[in-house]
Nanobody, 120 residues
């Protein structure tokens, strides 16, 4: 079994910063692509940022230049540094990982979600 455990959400004023972390635990052979998504009430979950195993990244247009995704393969952890936060960044943030487990099965796993609230 593989789990993703998130930390780092919270309440921040507009213009402030937060850092989300997501650590993978369990019967992991390899973590492939990883990413952060967010979901606002009544809206679909959307991709915020993604990162491949070798470090290639992609971002939603709305966060380019403000958010940075990174990963530490040795720690099976992905991060999202969020700067210059805006009220419209308020959402529940979920990490996602494509995992190959020790039985060489490949599947996607989601974190539990972290509330990020940006006040104006």
């Amino acid at each position: 079994q593989v789990q993703l455990v998130e930390s780092g959400g919270g309440l921040v004023q507009a213009g402030g910063s937060l850092r989300l972390s997501c650590a993978a635990t369990g019967s992991i052979f390899r973590l492939n692509d990883m990413g952060w998504y967010r979901q606002c009430p009544g809206k679909q979950r959307e991709l915020v940022a993604g990162i491949t195993r070798d470090g290639s990244t992609n971002y939603a247009d709305s966060v380019k230049g403000r958010f940075t995704i990174s990963r530490d393969n040795a720690k099976n952890t992905v991060y999202l540094q969020m700067n210059s936060l805006k009220p419209e960044d308020t959402a529940v943030y979920y990490c996602n990982a494509n995992v190959k487990n020790i039985n060489w099965k490949v599947f996607d796993v989601w974190g539990q979600g972290s509330q990020v609230t940006v006040s104006s």
